[in-house]
């Protein structure tokens, strides 16, 4: 099956621009556009980052209010196993360490029905002097699914250090502090520590994004951007049309650095971004078609793992015998992953030609097993570790392909291409039309 015959499935990009004066350009020029951050919700949705829980605070802390119970937890910034590497590696000094590993202590409590929330934003190891925000503790149950509410809750601009280019710099973002009783579901026996912190968890919901213009000879275009850890991701718009969020998977899609792309007539390439993240360099190209598809990341790598029963594999393995692979990526906190269960094993007898892969994205290994053990799902699965202290992303599979949103669907050609990517129950509907597509045009090729 020729997968190329399925590019106009895809469909193209729309793009928008604003009244702004824009730098004009030709064929063959590079084109410097300057990125202007925005707070608030923008197209890229929120992105959210759960704090991590610990036993308690140093104690050293001043100020911490009486409360019914409460639990302490923090917000860091960078990888403290990184941080530590380069520590050793001589790239970075104890001071310089001790700056970068900085964190931003809080407390999430209970009083009688109001939910109690105090960031130590000074870092002075005082909550006293730190504003306290309170509100009817029945929120949190809510802040889920109604964006409406997690909107309510308070704007903070948070500023810390990053190593970025071989140089230590000064970061900023925006986040509304939200609290989010169901962000990690669980029924199974845990502590009552923990039982505490996914009560009383605390959720930063990044509210910002980067917006630039250009001109490509007649044509405006206007340029919106995300910082992704130290990764910027960007998405297009042309006058006329708006930007496509995630919510609109099928018309959303994303680019980085090095990516080439197509805006109306016109090929450019995002050659490179600005140390302050505050510029993006594009190059005009004098190409007539993408060699290479659309995207440069449109191929999965071949990635290397182990699944669950110890067995050393790699992607392209499980397309040995299949046309297709659907990658499933869950985790047994997920109630929207656990509630597709019945359609996933559906969707294995139905369509036989297609292999897959379940992606655990979990605290724990073993939770996972026994799901899968208990109902039977008899294809492939790996594990992927889910750590409270290091951010939202650990490894390649996950971080490289930015899953963020569980649970997300991803189908693959034999040549390992990216046929479609979706979430949740429509994510899987759409994947299954698309299937439904490729076997009726398989079997026209044959007849």
């Known amino acids: 099956m020729n997968s190329r015959k399925l590019y106009f499935l895809f469909l193209i990009i729309c793009f928008s621009c604003n009244k702004e004066e824009s730098t004009k350009t030709s064929k063959n020029t590079s084109i410097v556009v300057d990125l202007i951050k925005k707070t608030g919700n923008g197209p890229f949705g929120n992105v959210l980052q759960p704090f991590s829980d610990i036993d308690s605070l140093p104690k050293n802390f001043k100020g911490v209010p009486e409360l019914t119970y409460y639990s302490p937890q923090f917000f860091g910034f960078n990888s403290r196993k990184k941080m530590t590497a380069l520590l050793e590696k001589k790239l970075i000094d104890s001071t310089e360490y ?115 213009n250009f001109s490509i000879e007649k044509d405006s275009f206007r340029i919106a951007a995300e910082l992704y850890d130290e990764d910027v991701d960007f998405i297009f718009a042309e006058k006329g049309n708006p930007f496509y969020s995630r919510r609109n998977m099928d018309k959303y899609e994303e680019f980085e650095k090095g990516d080439t792309l197509q805006l109306g007539s016109h090929f450019i390439k ?24 659309y995207k440069r990341d449109q191929t999965l790598r071949d990635y290397a793992f182990t699944d669950i029963e110890g067995n050393k594999k790699r992607i392209s393995h499980l397309l040995n015998d299949k046309d297709l692979l659907l990658i499933d990526f869950w985790g047994t906190w997920c109630v929207p992953c656990l509630k597709l269960t019945p359609d996933l094993k559906e969707f294995h007898k139905s369509y036989p030609n297609v292999a897959m892969l379940g992606i655990d994205f979990d605290f724990e290994k073993e939770p996972g097993i026994q799901y899968i053990k208990e109902k039977e799902l008899d294809w492939t699965h790996m594990f ?64």
């Open 270 to 293: 995002i050659d490179s971004v600005g140390a302050a993240l505050d510029k993006v360099y594009l190059k005009t190209l004098d190409i007539t078609s993408l060699p290479h598809g």
């Open 98 to 212: 001790a700056a970068l590993t900085n964190r931003i202590y809080g407390i999430s409590g209970l009083d009688g029905d109001s939910q109690i929330m105090i960031l130590d934003m000074n870092h002075n190891f005082d909550f006293s002097d730190d504003e306290v925000y309170v509100f009817d503790a029945e929120l949190r149950k809510k802040t889920g699914g109604d964006a409406g509410i997690r909107d309510s809750f308070p704007l903070l601009h948070l500023k810390y250090k990053r190593y970025y280019k071989n140089k230590i710099r000064d970061r900023d973002q925006y986040v509304r502090l939200i609290p989010y009783k169901d962000y990690f579901y669980s029924d199974k026996d845990i502590s009552d520590a923990t039982k505490r912190y996914y009560d009383l968890l605390l959720v930063a919901a990044r509210s910002e994004h980067l917006l630039g």
């Open 384 to 447: 992927v570790e889910r750590v409270r202290n290091d951010s939202l992303l650990h490894t390649k599979i996950v971080s490289k392909l930015r899953v963020d949103n569980y649970p997300t669907f991803m189908l693959i050609d034999k040549d390992l291409k990216i046929l479609y990517r979706g979430v949740g129950k429509k994510g899987l509907n759409r994947t299954i039309e698309l299937i439904e597509t490729i076997n009726a045009l398989e079997a026209q090729r044959k007849n």
